[in-house]
């Protein structure tokens, strides 16, 4: 060991070394039994070599260093009493370090399911609460992005009295990164606090959040508005769980995994502070940098090397302590004009908002040359500023945007289409509303302090969202939840609207079915949204929504949206409705259910004929379908309307499908031969006398699975009314090989099996079976051979 220890001193071996201790540790442990002296060699030998090489300079050596540490946690070789005496010391010993690694935050927090509670408080939180006060705010922001590992860990008086009343100041930190950080986190918090805490503390806290004067800290909290009003629930719904990767997520009670969806903020395409640092020294350089800082750059300044382990992709690595340096200085660099908050100045106010607009100009003209849905956009007529009554009070950026806010609720009376606003004193955003509204239902507005340039608070339409009163949740959070619905052609408009949609069951849930009038406007508002990524989210979630809201209310409520979905343009949109169309139809009331049984054919008639998945799907829906149904329905619209189309399509699993749903439509109407009539001799006439011989393939496949479901009685499938018996043997002369193999197959399985065709037909199918035995195809006479 002490041979392999010294191969660490190679760099160029060094990494190929580590990524093999696991194995040497595992052979270890096998043979320690048999060898006294492999006791020791994971303590004393390969543990040091691994936490020597923490926070290495080499990228590659450090993030080997860290995963073959965690793996070597998950498989048990480290002990309790190791980790405490060897691992902890070394992660605290980082953090002392933190322009060479800053990623120790991460992996420190990476542990701390690993370490156990009694080690977390003991040594651990004492360390993270003083990061959460550091003087760099980019180790702020780390920690606070690490709460919910420390949330899921710790006690409640740990909480309490130390994570909570911490997480509350940083939502008060001076700089916009720290504040949007906690505003990513807010679930994982909020999961674990009181109740009495949750609604007293936590929620006005999350209010200015909502409120706050940066706008990217504003859509943060907004994306996760849903996620934290799910945690009022009582009983709580929702709690912290590890995925099998080892990373955070809510878990509801079922077991399932709450996914925040992706969202573009618009950090992609602004340069971030370590290349803005980077691309020049000079005071000119610094200043560009602010300018990009000002419109909402992002200031990642951490290793790439932190996603790894759980953290959130880093932009840029830096290993120099000189560039900490750097950075605290300029945090202390005062421009001409300039603070260095994120938000701009008072007495630049003007001047700042213009250059922002111009670029955003530039940028919305890009987008709009390469967007798919230009169609959408109606260019408005130009506005002759003299005709209006503006009223100003100064200079102020704030009474700017009320002036401009009366020149859009001008123009807007000019429209054909009214809009109506609470009042005058509503805010104007970064750009006017460049598309169609295809519903008018929404009246709440009160995200517009959320995705415009200021956090000024409007108080016009916070009680234009009636409904019941309730306790439940703080009424300011539904109502800017609702208020995310009503955005559209706004700056994020459509993003916020998305995570309104998907969030929306959970927070039906928490509020429960008798509060059901407070969002039943807005889920109609997103259901007609222009955007089908919206409509994608409201169809997939209209069983969730039954099933919380009852039969009465999914009848009466969901029901036109049910038929709406059915018949929408864009195909995702189809298959979401199509995937719960069974568990939908099983939850409303038996009236209403009859009624959809003659539109259901509208999933098929449009572009979905080419999506043989989507027919398959549609197929094996109606299978599931047909015990909902009467039996008069089912043989008129699932037998005779559906059914055939679906049996003569080209793919063949979608045929399989349909051969399904035919039998379980003929074993829905075996009582009354009358009512499958029509599709019977439909089957005689189009398949077992097909001139195609796939259509003569798929009547023997029909056969075999009537028999195999017992679809029919044996008296009924051998009697002359069905003809189904006869056509079948006359199949036997087909000369198309695969056929005369099914009917061999159906005949050995399925018919001389049974005790009725062998007393009333056995002549018939001997005659078959003797024929076979002497077919030119080997695979045709193999098939009877057992049997004769």
Same mark, same amino acid.
């Given at each position: 060991?002490?041979?392999?220890?010294?191969?660490?001193?190679?760099?160029?071996?060094?990494?190929?070394?580590?990524?093999?201790?696991?194995? @040497?540790?595992?052979?270890?442990?096998?043979?320690?039994?048999?060898?006294?002296?492999?006791?020791?060699?994971?303590?004393?030998?390969?543990?040091?070599?691994?936490?020597?090489?923490?926070?290495?300079?080499?990228?590659? =050596?450090?993030?080997?260093?860290?995963?073959?540490?965690?793996?070597?946690?998950?498989?048990?070789?480290?002990?309790?009493?190791?980790?405490?005496?060897?691992?902890?010391?070394? =992660?605290?010993?980082?953090?002392?370090?933190?322009?060479?690694?800053?990623?120790?935050?991460?992996?420190?927090?990476?542990?701390?399911?690993?370490?156990?509670?009694?080690?977390?408080?003991? =040594?651990?939180?004492?360390?993270?609460?003083?990061?959460?006060?550091? *003087?760099?705010?980019?180790?702020?922001?780390?920690?606070?992005?690490?709460?919910? *590992?420390?949330?899921?860990?710790?006690? +409640?008086?740990?909480?309490?009295?130390?994570?909570?009343?911490?997480?509350?100041?940083?939502?008060?930190?001076?700089?916009?990164?720290?504040?949007?950080?906690?505003?990513?986190?807010?679930?994982?918090?909020?999961?674990?606090?009181?109740?009495?805490?949750?609604?007293?503390?936590?929620?006005?806290?999350?209010?200015?959040?909502?409120?706050?004067?940066?706008?990217?800290?504003?859509?943060?909290?907004?994306?996760?508005?849903?996620?934290?009003?799910?945690?009022?629930?009582?009983?709580?719904?929702?709690?912290?769980?590890?995925? @099998?990767?080892?990373?955070?997520?809510?878990?509801?009670?079922?077991?399932?995994?709450?996914?925040?969806?992706?969202?573009?903020?618009?950090?992609?395409?602004?340069?971030?502070?370590?290349?803005?640092?980077?691309?020049?020294?000079?005071?000119?350089?610094?200043?560009?940098?602010?300018?990009?800082?000002?419109?909402?750059?992002?200031?990642?300044?951490?290793?790439?090397?932190?996603?790894?382990?759980?953290?959130?992709?880093?932009?840029?690595?830096?290993? +120099?302590?000189?560039?900490?340096?750097?950075?605290?200085?300029?945090?202390?660099?005062?421009?001409?004009?300039?603070?260095?908050?994120?938000?701009?100045?008072?007495?630049?106010? #003007?001047?700042?908002?213009?250059?922002?607009?111009?670029?955003?100009?530039?940028?919305?003209?890009?987008?709009?040359?390469?967007?798919? *849905?230009?169609?959408?956009?109606?260019?408005?007529?130009?506005?002759?500023?003299?005709?209006?009554?503006?009223?100003?009070?100064?200079?102020?950026?704030?009474?700017?945007?009320?002036?401009?806010?009366?020149?859009?609720?001008?123009?807007?009376?000019?429209?054909?289409?009214?809009?109506?606003?609470?009042?005058?004193?509503?805010?104007?955003?970064?750009?006017?509303?460049?598309?169609?509204?295809?519903?008018? %239902?929404?009246?709440?507005?009160?995200?517009?302090?959320?995705?415009?340039?200021?956090?000024?608070?409007?108080?016009?339409?916070?009680?234009? @969202?009636?409904?019941?009163?309730?306790?439940?949740?703080?009424?300011?959070?539904?109502?800017?939840?609702?208020?995310?619905?009503?955005?559209?052609?706004?700056? *994020?408009? #459509?993003?916020?609207?998305?995570?309104?949609?998907?969030?929306?069951?959970?927070?039906?849930?928490?509020?429960?079915?008798?509060?059901?009038?407070?969002?039943?406007?807005?889920?109609?508002?997103?259901?007609?949204?222009?955007?089908?990524?919206?409509?994608?989210?409201?169809?997939?979630?209209?069983?969730?929504?039954?099933?919380?809201?009852?039969?009465?209310?999914?009848?009466?409520?969901?029901?036109?949206?049910?038929? %709406?979905?059915?018949?929408?343009?864009?195909?995702?949109?189809?298959?979401?409705?199509?995937?719960?169309?069974?568990?939908?139809?099983?939850?409303?009331?038996?009236?209403?259910?009859?009624?959809?049984?003659?539109?259901?054919?509208?999933?098929?008639?449009?572009?979905?004929?080419?999506?043989?998945?989507?027919?398959?799907?549609?197929?094996?829906?109606?299978?599931?379908?047909?015990?909902?149904?009467?039996?008069?329905?089912?043989?008129?619209?699932?037998?005779?309307?559906?059914?055939?189309?679906?049996?003569?399509?080209?793919?063949?699993?979608?045929?399989?499908?349909?051969?399904?749903?035919?039998?379980?439509?003929?074993?829905?109407?075996?009582?009354?031969?009358?009512?499958?009539?029509?599709?019977?001799?439909?089957?005689?006439?189009?398949?077992?006398?097909?001139?195609?011989?796939?259509?003569?393939?798929?009547?023997?496949?029909?056969?075999?699975?009537?028999?195999?479901?017992?679809?029919?009685?044996?008296?009924?499938?051998?009697?002359?009314?069905?003809?189904?018996?006869?056509?079948?043997?006359?199949?036997?002369?087909?000369?198309?090989?695969?056929?005369?193999?099914?009917?061999?197959?159906?005949?050995?399985?399925?018919?001389?099996?049974? %005790?009725?065709?062998?007393?009333?037909?056995?002549?018939?199918?001997?005659?078959?079976?003797?024929?076979?035995?002497?077919?030119?195809?080997?695979?045709?006479?193999?098939?009877?051979?057992?049997?004769?």
């Amino acid at each position: 060991m002490r041979i392999l220890t010294k191969v660490t001193d190679d760099d160029f071996l060094q990494e190929n070394f580590l990524e093999k201790i696991p194995s @040497i540790a595992a052979e270890a442990l096998a043979n320690s039994d048999r060898v006294e002296a492999l006791k020791d060699v994971i303590g004393d030998y390969l543990l040091p070599v691994v936490v020597r090489n923490l926070g290495w300079s080499e990228t590659g =050596i450090n993030l080997a260093a860290k995963a073959v540490l965690v793996e070597m946690m998950e498989k048990g070789y480290v002990t309790q009493f190791q980790a405490e005496v060897k691992v902890c010391p070394a =992660i605290l010993a980082l953090q002392n370090q933190l322009d060479v690694n800053t990623s120790a935050i991460t992996l420190m927090s990476k542990f701390i399911r690993l370490l156990g509670k009694d080690i977390a408080e003991r =040594i651990l939180m004492k360390r993270f609460i003083e990061l959460c006060s550091s *003087h760099l705010f980019y180790v702020r922001k780390l920690a606070a992005w690490q709460f919910g *590992h420390y949330c899921a860990i710790v006690g +409640s008086k740990v909480y309490e009295e130390s994570l909570l009343p911490c997480y509350l100041a940083l939502c008060e930190d001076d700089m916009w990164t720290v504040r949007k950080a906690c505003a990513e986190v807010i679930t994982f918090v909020s999961c674990v606090c009181p109740s009495e805490l949750r609604k007293s503390l936590l929620a006005p806290a999350f209010g200015k959040l909502l409120r706050d004067k940066s706008k990217w800290v504003r859509i943060s909290a907004c994306q996760t508005l849903g996620g934290f009003i799910a945690t009022f629930a009582d009983p709580p719904s929702t709690k912290i769980a590890y995925d @099998i990767s080892g990373d955070l997520v809510l878990m509801n009670l079922e077991g399932d995994y709450f996914i925040q969806p992706p969202c573009k903020d618009g950090f992609s395409n602004v340069v971030t502070m370590e290349e803005a640092f980077m691309a020049s020294s000079t005071e000119d350089g610094y200043l560009h940098y602010y300018d990009d800082l000002e419109k909402g750059a992002c200031n990642e300044v951490t290793d790439l090397d932190s996603s790894e382990l759980g953290g959130r992709p880093k932009s840029c690595a830096y290993n +120099s302590g000189a560039f900490v340096e750097a950075l605290v200085a300029f945090n202390d660099l005062k421009l001409d004009g300039y603070t260095t908050e994120a938000g701009c100045s008072k007495e630049n106010g #003007n001047a700042n908002s213009k250059i922002e607009t111009e670029t955003k100009n530039e940028l919305d003209g890009d987008l709009l040359a390469y967007n798919q *849905h230009n169609y959408w956009y109606i260019s408005p007529p130009e506005l002759d500023l003299n005709e209006l009554e503006l009223t100003t009070d100064g200079g102020d950026q704030g009474d700017l945007n009320e002036s401009s806010e009366d020149v859009v609720i001008c123009h807007a009376q000019k429209l054909p289409t009214k809009i109506e606003l609470g009042s005058d004193e509503i805010e104007l955003l970064d750009d006017r509303p460049n598309s169609v509204q295809p519903c008018s %239902d929404n009246k709440g507005d009160n995200l517009d302090n959320i995705v415009s340039d200021n956090g000024n608070v409007s108080s016009s339409t916070t009680n234009e @969202i009636k409904g019941p009163t309730q306790t439940i949740v703080p009424q300011y959070l539904i109502d800017s939840f609702l208020s995310m619905a009503n955005l559209s052609g706004r700056p *994020h408009g #459509n993003d916020m609207s998305v995570h309104c949609a998907y969030s929306m069951p959970a927070v039906i849930s928490t509020l429960g079915r008798e509060y059901w009038p407070l969002v039943k406007d807005t889920v109609r508002a997103l259901a007609c949204h222009l955007s089908y990524r919206i409509r994608r989210s409201v169809a997939s979630s209209l069983c969730p929504l039954a099933v919380i809201l009852g039969s009465e209310i999914a009848s009466e409520d969901l029901s036109p949206l049910f038929v %709406d979905f059915l018949a929408d343009l864009d195909e995702v949109v189809r298959i979401g409705v199509l995937n719960n169309l069974f568990d939908f139809l099983h939850l409303v009331t038996p009236q209403k259910r009859d009624s959809f049984a003659g539109k259901l054919g509208i999933l098929t008639r449009m572009n979905s004929i080419w999506n043989w998945r989507f027919l398959q799907t549609f197929a094996e829906q109606l299978t599931r379908c047909v015990h909902l149904f009467s039996p008069a329905d089912v043989a008129k619209w699932l037998g005779c309307m559906y059914a055939p189309s679906l049996l003569c399509e080209k793919v063949a699993e979608v045929r399989l499908a349909a051969i399904v749903l035919v039998s379980e439509v003929l074993k829905r109407t075996n009582a009354d031969l009358t009512l499958s009539a029509k599709l019977l001799t439909l089957l005689s006439k189009k398949y077992a006398h097909g001139t195609k011989w796939r259509m003569r393939q798929t009547f023997v496949l029909l056969c075999t699975e009537i028999l195999k479901r017992e679809a029919l009685s044996p008296q009924d499938f051998a009697s002359a009314e069905t003809g189904m018996l006869s056509d079948l043997l006359e199949l036997s002369w087909d000369p198309v090989v695969n056929i005369r193999l099914g009917v061999a197959n159906c005949i050995v399985k399925h018919l001389i099996t049974n %005790d009725y065709f062998v007393s009333n037909h056995l002549d018939a199918l001997s005659e078959v079976l003797r024929r076979y035995e002497a077919d030119k195809e080997r695979d045709v006479r193999m098939a009877v051979v057992d049997a004769v």
